[in-house]
Each structure stands twice: as C-alpha cells, then as structure tokens.
C-alpha cells in the first residue's frame, strides 16, 4: 500500500504575500497602474469630497425650491388678477389694478398692466390708460405683447388729441410690427399725422396701404391720397 504523506494547508496568495484584504484591496487588485495615483488621492481626500457633493445636493435642492416657490407665487398672482378682472368697474376696481400692477411678479405683470389699461379707458382715464399701456410696451418690449400695449398706447394717444406722439410711436410699431399687423398700425398713422398736421406722412401711409391692398379697399385707399394732395393745393 502507498505511504500517506501528511497534508499541507494551502495558503492564498493574497494572504501570503501580505496583500491588502477587504474593499480596498479589491479596488486596488482591479485598477490599473496607470489608475493607482487617482484612488490615492480619492483616499486622502474623501472627507473633501464628500462634503463638496454635498454642497452640489444642497444647491441642486436650493435651485429646485426656489422654482418651486416662483411657480407657485406666479399661479397664485394669475388667481389675483382673474378675480380683479372678474369685479365690475369702478373706481375701486382700478385703484386695485394700480396696486397688483405696481407689485405683481414678472411674470404677471405685463398681463395686469393691459388690464390696467382697458379699466382705466372704461373708467374714462385716458392718460392713466396710455401710461399702462406704455409701461407694458416697455417691459415686453419688441415681444407679441409688447406690440400689442404700443398700439394701444398710440390708439390712446390719438383719443387723447395726442397726435404728434402717436406718430412718432407708430412710426417705430410701422417696421416692428408682423405683417398682419402693420395694415392697422398704417391706418391709425395716417389717421393720427392728418390730425397733427402732417399730411404728407398721411399720404405716405396711404401709398403703403393702397399697395397691399384690393379692390374697395385700395379704392378708398386712393380716394385719399388724392383728397389730401388736392387739399395740399388749395392752401
């Protein structure tokens, strides 16, 4: 029968060389020579880097609430100005648009100054209207909105006997304008330079017209252009 040889326990290479055991040695069993220095420096450093990420969650929480908030302060001021816009007019009622408009977000704002505008015309204030409208013109400036305020603040102005403003501001809405647009902003130039004495910017505007214009309406059109000049003449 073979002789039994006494048997030898195995020892695990990592146990007898001395190797490092538990995570880090198994993190550092798999990383590169090449990646060695950055998990050192991880390491030495990770109360530094855990209090940064920290701050990072801190600041992505702190943006996220304080939309939150803008979101809900926006909503609730919608709410506001819905009621206002409900109340039937009255002195009140635009003394209350004065004061939401003064205050309200910015989001809100340009909205709460149109409807300051529309209650102050029914109120019969035509300054406090076209101040309204002028206030949101320049808040929404060059923006759908914006345009909207600018020529209701020169229809305002013509209603006012305030014409030679009106053409000046309409003069700047001519070219701002969309195109669907710009045929009532030509119409109320030509009416707002005939009232402040400048025909010839009325027939201007009459000429712009006529050429987009058809049938009954270039007509007319036309007809005016020639009721001005001939008034021309005769002074």
């Not at 060389?17 to 050192?40: D, M």
């Not at 809900?72 to 039937?88: C, P, V």
């Not at 909207?148 to 070219?175: D, Y």
Request: hydrophobic share 50%.
């Amino acid at each position: 029968m073979a002789e039994k040889r006494p048997s030898v326990p195995v020892q695990h290479a990592s146990a007898a060389s001395g190797a490092p055991t538990g995570l880090l040695g198994g993190l550092q069993s798999e990383v590169s020579v090449e990646a060695a220095p950055l998990l050192g420096f991880i390491a030495r450093h990770a109360t530094l880097i855990m209090t940064l990420l920290a701050l990072f969650v801190l600041v992505v929480v702190g943006i996220g609430a304080r939309q939150w908030y803008v979101d809900k302060r926006d909503e609730e001021a919608r709410l506001d100005l819905s009621r206002l816009t409900a109340r039937q007019q009255s002195p009140a009622k635009l003394e209350a648009l004065e004061r939401f408009a003064s205050s309200a977000p910015d989001a809100v704002r340009v909205a709460a100054l149109m409807e300051l505008g529309l209650s102050a015309l029914a109120d019969g204030d035509v300054d406090k209207a076209a101040v309204a409208y002028g206030r949101a013109a320049a808040l929404d400036k060059d923006q759908p909105m914006g345009l909207l305020a600018a020529l209701s603040q020169a229809e305002v102005l013509v209603r006012a006997g305030k014409n030679a403003e009106a053409v000046t501001l309409l003069e700047t809405l001519e070219n701002t304008v969309s195109e669907s647009m710009r045929p009532r902003v030509r119409n109320l130039l030509a009416v707002a330079a005939v009232r402040a004495g400048k025909p010839e910017r009325a027939v201007k505007a009459y000429e712009d017209l006529a050429a987009g214009a058809r049938g009954d309406d270039a007509a007319f059109y036309r007809f005016r252009i020639e009721q001005l000049r001939a008034a021309g003449k005769d002074k």
